[in-house]
């Protein structure tokens, strides 16, 4: 019986086990972002009808608030304080 040198084999190394954890974590955190993405977009197909209610009810709102724009005519009255449009031609 003749014995070769043949070297013990380890089956995993040092620098195997970092590479392998390396890409565990690379394909850990693809897929984390993938089921974020997933989770998104399914939610925002699934959209509450009362959101919407909401919404329009808050435009409606603003609309209110918001004052009609000022008349161009020079026969409204300005405060006490303040000059005429054009005193700067004069």
């Known amino acids: 019986m003749i014995q ?3 070297m013990p084999v380890e089956p995993l190394t040092a620098s195997d086990g970092f590479a392998l954890c390396m890409l565990l974590m690379m394909f850990l955190s693809v897929g984390v972002i993938g089921l974020t ?3 998104g977009l399914r939610n925002a197909a699934r959209r509450n ?3 919407d ?3 329009e009810d808050v435009a409606e709102e603003e609309k209110k608030k918001t ?3 000022l ?3 020079a026969s409204v009255k300005s ?3 303040e000059r005429e449009g054009d005193w700067w031609k004069k």
């Open 37 to 39: 993405l997933i989770c």
């Open 4 to 6: 070769a040198n043949i």
């Open 53 to 55: 209610e909401l919404l």
């Open 49 to 51: 009808p009362h959101v």
């Open 67 to 69: 004052p009609d724009p």
């Open 79 to 81: 405060e006490p304080w």
């Open 71 to 73: 008349p161009l005519d």
